[in-house]
T-cell receptor, first 110, second 114 residues
Framework: TQLLEQSPQFLSIQEGENLTVYCNSSSVFSSLQWYRQEPGEGPVLLVT?????EVKKLKRLTFQFGDARKDSSLHITAAQPGDTGLYLCAGGHNNNDMRFGAGTRLTVKP | DTGVSQNPRHKITKRGQNVTFRCDPI?????LYWYRQTLGQGPEFLTY????????KSRLLSDRFSAERPKGSFSTLEIQRTEQGDSAMYLC????????????FGPGTRLTVT
């Protein structure tokens, strides 16, 4: 059972479209991370959010942490084939403990 | 620094054999983590070290699994008497204690038990 629920599980879109993926939990997190993972490789850290309501932008990616620090969203504008991958969220409750969601597998078709 | 490295990248073994994986963390990172990832799932926490001390172990880490970090630098993960259910990607990550949530992952070791 995943502590963090990610939705959708799979998403296939055309190049140029916008998309949003979600990460939800019943738990409050001290911080939340988003990673992107390509097949056969380890996850690569994209962003860390720590403050409720925080919004961070990374080029075409916008990350938001919920006010209650239980959920987060990742919005991609004008998706490109290079955005294809598994997007994972991970939440921490204290300085020792981090748990991952099952991920959203994104495919961007040219 | 070239990041976290793991060896081997792939390992195929027969059921019942022992296997050992190695992880070299980012040099200044004092925390090192091991995760297991199966198809369609996110990484599952196995254990972590702060320097040479193993501070937490998941219930997923059965007595066939053992991890060491003898000098506080590289770490090894050994699986004894492998079972087909052990087939997975084994990921290592490292971080600074102060930024423990910002973990940097290696490329993983893919284990296949036949």
């Amino acid at each position: 059972t995943q502590l963090l629920e990610q939705s959708p599980q799979f998403l296939s879109i055309q190049e140029g479209e916008n998309l949003t993926v979600y990460c939800n939990s019943s738990s409050v997190f001290s911080s939340l991370q988003w990673y992107r993972q390509e097949p056969g490789e380890g996850p690569v850290l994209l962003v860390t959010v720590v403050t409720g309501g925080e919004v961070k932008k990374l080029k075409r990616l916008t990350f938001q942490f919920g006010d209650a620090r239980k959920d987060s969203s990742l919005h991609i504008t004008a998706a490109q084939p290079g955005d294809t991958g598994l997007y994972l969220c991970a939440g921490g409750h204290n300085n020792n403990d981090m748990r991952f969601g099952a991920g959203t597998r994104l495919t961007v078709k040219p | 620094d070239t990041g976290v490295s793991q060896n081997p990248r792939h390992k195929i073994t027969k059921r019942g054999q022992n296997v050992t994986f190695r992880c070299d963390p980012i040099s200044e990172h004092n925390r090192l983590y091991w995760y297991r990832q199966t198809l369609g799932q996110g990484p599952e926490f196995l254990t972590y070290f702060q320097n040479e001390a193993q501070l937490e172990k998941s219930r997923l880490l059965s007595d066939r699994f053992s991890a060491e970090r003898p000098k506080g630098s590289f770490s090894t993960l050994e699986i004894q008497r492998t079972e087909q259910g052990d087939s997975a990607m084994y990921l290592c990550a490292s971080s600074l204690e102060a930024g423990a949530y910002e973990q940097y992952f290696g490329p993983g070791t893919r284990l296949t038990v036949t």
